[in-house]
Nanobody, 125 residues
Framework: VQVVESGGASVQTGEALRLSCTVS????????MGWFRQAPGKEREAVSC????????YYSDSVKGRFTVSRDDAKNTLYLQMNSLKSDDTAMYSC???????????????????WGQGTQVTVSS
């Protein structure tokens, strides 16, 4: 299973970015997906999760109302639209996947076995 993120960049406060995550080597439609981030000196935290078929969404309080997660099963791709970016959003963003049947329905790091290398998002004022 390969998980590859893209779309990270350095932007100004208030700007927008869209991250993409492409998965190969496994049936994407059988996967629940998540976005996580880790800032320097901090633990990795959940940003957003999206179940198979997009039935269930989760957002952390810090991004709710600003970020939108979506998936395109035809392209094996998960997206994270990030609007109104703040300096606190600066982090390495990673995409993760867990097959159907293996997910305990929590948007948590230890629920996801497949991870990408991450893409850096830097927000400056």
């Amino acid at each position: 299973v390969q998980v590859v993120e893209s779309g990270g960049a350095s932007v100004q406060t208030g700007e927008a970015l869209r991250l993409s995550c492409t998965v190969s080597g496994i049936d994407f439609t059988e996967l629940h997906m998540g976005w996580f981030r880790q800032a320097p000196g901090k633990e990795r935290e959940a940003v957003s999760c999206l179940s198979r078929k997009g039935v269930t969404e989760y957002y952390s309080d810090s991004v709710k109302g600003r970020f939108t997660v979506s998936r395109d099963d035809a392209k094996n791709t998960l997206y994270l639209q990030m609007n109104s970016l703040k300096s606190d959003d600066t982090a390495m963003y990673s995409c993760a996947a867990v097959p159907r049947g293996n997910w305990g329905r929590a948007c948590a790091v230890n629920e996801f076995p497949y991870w990408g290398q991450g893409t850096q998002v830097t927000v400056s004022s």
